[in-house]
DNA sequence: CATCAGGGCCCTG
DNA sequence: CAGGGCCCTGAT
C-alpha cells in the first residue's frame, strides 16, 4: 500500500512533554509496526478500519513543546477525518495531559526526584490501536522475547499490510474480519502455537460483539478492566497491558508479573525478592493515582540505560532474549 | 539425546 | 486457590 498524498500540520502538547522518551520504549521488543530515530517516529495508525502513515518529528523543547505532524494517505482526505486522526493521535500520546502535579508533588521523592528531571515530561503513549496491543498482548504470552519477535513478523508478513510511505516501510495490524477466514492450521504453520486459537477467538470477539475501543474509553477504569478480563485468552498481566497503554489509566496498579517483581524488587527496595503484594501496596500508598507512571518511569530508565550500553549484569540475567 | 521453563491463561478439582 | 497443560524454542 503506497501513501503519497500527504498533510501537515503544527501541534503543541501540554509543557512538559518530551518527545523521545514518551514515543520510544526501550523495555519493548523490536517490530516492524514502527521506526524511530531521535526526534523523529514512523507508524502506521489504524482508525475505524483505514491505514494512515504518521510521522511525528520533534521540533520544540520539553518546556515549548512543538511536533511536526505529517498524515500520509492513499486518498484526499476530508478536513473531518483530518481532525479525527488528530484527535487520536493527541490521545494516543498523552499530547493534553497535564503531568506538571506529578514531576513537582515527588520532586523530592527518593527514587524519583533523579528520574523526574532526567526524564521531565515522558509521558505514556501507545501507537496501536485496541486490537493491535491486544494482539501483542497474546504474542507475549508464555514465551521469550526472541520467538515473541520470531512470531510477530511471521504474522505480519503473511496477514498484516505492508505501507509504504516517506520512503520508508512499515507494516499494520490485519483486521479481524480477514483474520477469522484463516483456518486455525494455517495460523498454527508460523510457529504460534496455542495462540492460532485465541487470535481466532479474540478476533471472532471484536467482529461478532463489535467491540469499540473509542466506546470503552468513555467508561470508568474498574469497569473497562472488567470488560477486558472478559475477553478469552485475557488475563491480569495482559489487562494490565491494555489497560496502561491502551486506555492510559496510571491509577489502576494491581498487577505485578514473576519477571517485573525479580526487577522492582531489585530496582525499589534494593531487595532480591520482595512479595508482590508488598510490592503493589507500597507503590499505592505512596505514588496513588499516579502510581503506574511513577513504575513506568523507573521501568523505563533501567532499559533505556541498558540500551545506552550500560551493562548491568543483574538486569540481563532476567531478560531472557 | 532429553528435559524444561519462558515478558500467561484457562480449566479442573 | 493450587496445579497441570498448552505450542514451540533454545538453554542446559
Redesign the pocket.
Known sequence: MNLTKNYTKILYPKEPYNFDSTIYHP???PSKLEIYETGKYWFALKLRRKIYGIKMEDRGTIENPRIKLTIFSKFVLSKEILKKIIEEIKFRFEFDRDLSEFSKKFSKDAILSNLIIKYRGMHGSCSNELYGLLMIGIL????????TVQMTNLMLEHYGTKVNFDNKEIYAFWNPEDLIKISEEEL?NL?????A?LFLRLSNTFVKEKIDELELRKLPPKKIKKEILK?????????RILLHEAFHFYGIFEHV???QQKILSKLIFNKKLVPTKKIINYVNRKYGKWAVLAVKYIWEDIFWQREQGKKIAWLEKE??L
Open positions: 523495555p519493548h521488543y507475549l504470552q508464555n514465551t521469550v522475547v526472541k520467538r498454527k510457529k504460534v502455537g496455542y495462540r486459537k475477553l478469552y485468552g485475557v488475563g491480569p498481566e495482559t489487562a508479573s514473576p519477571w531478560i531472557r
